[in-house]
């Protein structure tokens, strides 16, 4: 395959005109000009993968700077976190998190307050 092929199942390049997007998501994706109205290839259901990709970055980086350790499972997409006898699973795409003994929250900030507990 070529690597303008692979830019366009990359995602970098649109999918449509070939247009620079950006950096790679992993999957086909339209720019703005070819997405918007030509009842493209679910944008909606694009950018929220989009959103929870970067829900995924930043709430990730968010741990590591606050020095939380974890096992990241699934390509990160769910996270273990053991902390004082204390196990939390965290999916930090949609913010969800629940304690092994049964509390549920969702946000990497309320995460961190009740860890900090």
Same mark, same amino acid.
């Given at each position: 395959? &070529?690597?303008?092929?692979?830019?366009?199942?990359?995602?970098?390049?649109?999918?449509?005109?070939?247009?620079?997007?950006?950096?790679?998501?992993?999957?086909?994706?339209?720019?703005?000009?070819? &997405?918007?109205?030509?009842?493209?290839?679910?944008?909606?259901?694009?950018?929220?993968?989009?959103?929870?990709?970067?829900?995924?970055?930043?709430?990730?980086?968010?741990?590591?700077?606050?020095?939380?350790?974890?096992?990241?499972?699934?390509?990160?997409?769910?996270?273990?976190?053991?902390?004082?006898?204390?196990?939390?699973?965290?999916?930090?795409?949609?913010?969800?998190?629940?304690?092994?003994?049964?509390?549920?929250?969702?946000?990497?900030?309320?995460?961190?307050?009740?860890?900090?507990?």
């Amino acid at each position: 395959m &070529g690597e303008i092929a692979e830019a366009m199942l990359d995602g970098t390049l649109c999918q449509s005109c070939g247009e620079y997007i950006g950096t790679g998501a992993g999957h086909p994706r339209s720019c703005g000009s070819c &997405g918007s109205g030509s009842g493209g290839a679910s944008d909606g259901r694009h950018s929220r993968w989009d959103k929870r990709q970067q829900n995924r970055e930043q709430s990730t980086d968010i741990l590591i700077k606050r020095g939380v350790t974890f096992e990241a499972k699934n390509f990160g997409r769910h996270l273990i976190i053991t902390r004082d006898g204390r196990t939390v699973d965290f999916w930090p795409g949609t913010g969800l998190w629940i304690f092994r003994e049964g509390k549920k929250g969702r946000g990497v900030f309320n995460l961190l307050k009740e860890i900090e507990r």
